[in-house]
């Protein structure tokens, strides 16, 4: 029962603030580093942002810079989006995904990632 599930999507209108939340059950005590990645209709998925196990190495997309803020709390096993300024243009479905044993680092590719989670729709109205 390895798994990732994310929570906290839902339908906001543009400006406004969506915090995603992915919880994470069955791998304990590892350094990996955790994504998030998003899927609009008839799209491919994109790369968001990512950050290290410890925290010390964060990236962000361009599309989100200056927007989007990612964390972790290692002890509570989850990793968390701040999403801010939203616009219609983040409507996709958001997921999750582990790194394992990236360590000091963090893929910023979804071929770099080991297991994924179901997403959440964001939906962001004009």
């Known amino acids: 029962q390895v798994q990732l599930v994310e929570s906290g999507g839902g339908l906001v209108q543009a400006g406004g603030s969506l915090r995603l939340s992915c919880s994470a059950s069955?791998?304990?005590?590892?350094?990996?580093?955790m994504g998030w990645f998003r899927q609009a209709p008839g799209k491919e998925r994109e790369f968001v942002a990512a950050?290290?196990?410890?925290?010390?190495?964060?990236y962000f997309a361009d599309s989100v810079k200056g927007r989007f803020t990612i964390s972790r709390d290692n002890a509570k096993n989850t990793g968390y989006l701040q999403m801010n300024s939203l616009k219609p243009e983040d409507t996709a479905v958001y997921y999750c995904?582990?790194?394992?044993?990236?360590?000091?680092?963090?893929?910023?590719?979804?071929?770099?990632?080991?297991?994924w989670g179901q997403g959440t729709q964001v939906t962001v109205s004009s």
């Open positions: 069955g791998r304990t005590f590892r350094r990996d580093g």
């Open positions: 950050i290290s196990w410890s925290g010390g190495r964060t």
């Open positions: 995904a582990a790194d394992f044993g990236s360590n000091y680092d963090v893929s910023r590719s979804a071929p770099g990632y080991d297991l």
